[in-house]
């Protein structure tokens, strides 16, 4: 059985669906992306972030996209937490664990009434509200003349089941180092229960 999930929420143009290490996804969405490649379809559960790659064409294909690639700075980031926060309480969402960081957050979620899939369209729409609402969106510069924003969000996330206690204090230690990793200080949200196991 189930018991959470950590679930990995890209920015916009962080992992690219044909990056040369390789990606998790099928497709190819953008054109101005497609004449940089197919989808590098992998099916490995490990990071892929350290694997030896071409970087000046992982750069290339960046400077083809639509917007430029979305780094939230600590203000950004913050109204993310906030934005996540306030789906949490209305939500009733379990999280025992969570990074928000430049790129991509990490979070360890339990079970919830909405599967996986709807869990992280309703965090990434709570985040973009509130950054938005702050006056703090990131492609702000690049709104439509209706004012509508693009998404700081890349499609989809990447998601691994945790169905055994270990695996779910193992998922949380990660999540915990994370920001450390980037030369940040440990991270600590209101949001967040405690694991009991």
Same mark, same amino acid.
């Given at each position: 059985?189930?018991?959470?999930?950590?679930?990995?929420?890209?920015?916009?143009?962080?992992?690219?669906?044909?990056?040369?290490? @390789?990606?998790?996804?099928?497709? #190819?969405?953008?054109?101005?992306?497609?004449?940089? =490649?197919? $989808? *590098? &379809?992998?099916? %490995?559960?490990?990071?892929?972030?350290?694997?030896?790659?071409?970087?000046?064409?992982?750069?290339?294909?960046?400077?083809?996209?639509?917007?430029?690639?979305?780094?939230?700075?600590?203000?950004?980031?913050?109204?993310?937490?906030?934005?996540?926060?306030?789906?949490?309480?209305?939500?009733?969402?379990?999280?025992?664990?969570?990074?928000?960081?430049?790129?991509?957050?990490?979070?360890?979620? @339990?079970?919830?009434?909405?599967? #996986?899939?709807?869990?992280?369209?309703?965090?990434? =729409?709570? $985040? *973009? &509200?509130?950054? %938005?609402?702050?006056?703090?969106?990131?492609?702000?510069?690049?709104?439509?003349?209706?004012?509508?924003?693009?998404?700081?969000?890349?499609?989809?996330?990447?998601?691994?089941?945790?169905?055994?206690?270990?695996?779910?204090?193992?998922?949380?230690?990660?999540?915990?180092?994370?920001?450390?990793?980037?030369?940040?200080?440990?991270?600590?949200?209101?949001?967040?229960?405690?694991?009991?196991?």
């Amino acid at each position: 059985m189930v018991l959470g999930t950590h679930l990995i929420l890209s920015a916009y143009g962080f992992w690219l669906p044909n990056d040369p290490r @390789g990606s998790w996804s099928d497709f #190819v969405g953008a054109w101005e992306l497609f004449r940089f =490649g197919r $989808a *590098t &379809r992998v099916h %490995t559960r490990r990071s892929l972030a350290h694997r030896p790659h071409d970087r000046q064409a992982r750069r290339r294909a960046k400077r083809a996209m639509k917007y430029p690639p979305v780094r939230f700075t600590g203000r950004q980031a913050r109204a993310v937490g906030r934005g996540f926060a306030e789906y949490v309480r209305r939500s009733g969402l379990l999280v025992w664990a969570c990074a928000i960081l430049s790129e991509h957050t990490h979070l360890v979620v @339990g079970r919830h009434r909405l599967e #996986v899939d709807q869990v992280q369209i309703q965090l990434k =729409g709570a $985040a *973009t &509200r509130r950054l %938005t609402y702050e006056g703090r969106h990131p492609l702000a510069g690049h709104a439509s003349p209706s004012g509508r924003c693009p998404t700081p969000w890349a499609r989809g996330k990447w998601a691994v089941f945790l169905d055994t206690p270990l695996a779910v204090r193992r998922a949380i230690r990660y999540v915990e180092a994370n920001p450390q990793r980037e030369g940040l200080p440990r991270q600590r949200w209101g949001f967040v229960t405690p694991y009991d196991g």
